[in-house]
């Protein structure tokens, strides 16, 4: 694995080796009083972030500083960028610093795979637009994988603005790669096209597609959004698709819900159900450092460990 774009056309054993790997740094570091590795020292990560971020930023300079890495945050407001620099430009003035690897976040699907088309260094897609956010499939997988023990034949219900969501996409990549069933729910206006097969169904039936599921992924619902022509006001939608106290009541004892985070609480999930021991969210959070760590060390890793 040269870069890391997306989860689909990932191959199960590439999955199995990252989340192999972000099992040994949970173990090894990320767990551990010190959380300090030398397999990065001497690299340089820079973290190309267009948008606003919080856990992923955060993660990826943990990940890197942890590993022994010097992690550069960009911030575009402030840059060159500003001055009228293309990200293109950008790019190639970052690789030329001698940066080992390039982290990008942007608005825009299909950036960093453009990027990584005229750079000779890793590029790691940290969500861009509509399209995917691999470490967070990837994180999402090895919460399901300690909880349950394994991914495959699992059923896997994914809810909430799935035709927006780069989160659903990579979940769905990855999860069919390692032999789960996917239901995508949510809204008509928000349903994707074109991803329906014998392993993934679409429905707006909350309630039913909840039944027999082995996890939950809860989405953000979209504030931004809601000036859509037919999207559902908060109340309706919450009433419809939210998973309330009462929803989390009837899903089986060992079911794992997830969230990716920012949650708006009392909208597509109640306080009481985040605060529920199925609930995995701050797990997921603390799996994404030991993810992205594995990530970066498959991609510039190889010093010894001293």
Known sequence: MNNLLALEG?????????????????????????KKSARLRGRACVNLFFEASTRTKTSFELAGKYLGADVINFQSRGSSVEKGETLYDTALNVEAMAADVLVVRHSASGVPAELQRHLDIPVVNAGDGHHEHPTQGLLDLKTVWDAKGHLDNLSVV?????????????????????????TLVGPPIMQPLGLVNERVRVTSDMDAAIQDADVVQVLRIQKERQAMVGMPSEEEYRERWGLTAARAGALRPDAVILHPGPQNRGVEIDSLVMDDPRAKILTQVRNGVAVRMAVLDQLIGGQDDN
Do not use: C
């Open 10 to 34: 990932l191959a199960k054993a590439d999955l199995e080796q990252l989340l192999e790997g972000a099992a040994r740094f949970r173990r090894d570091v990320v767990d551990t009083p010190v």
């Open 158 to 182: 994914i809810v909430g603005d799935i035709l927006h969501s780069r989160v659903a996409r990579s979940d769905l990549w990855g999860f069919l790669t390692m032999g789960s069933h996917v």
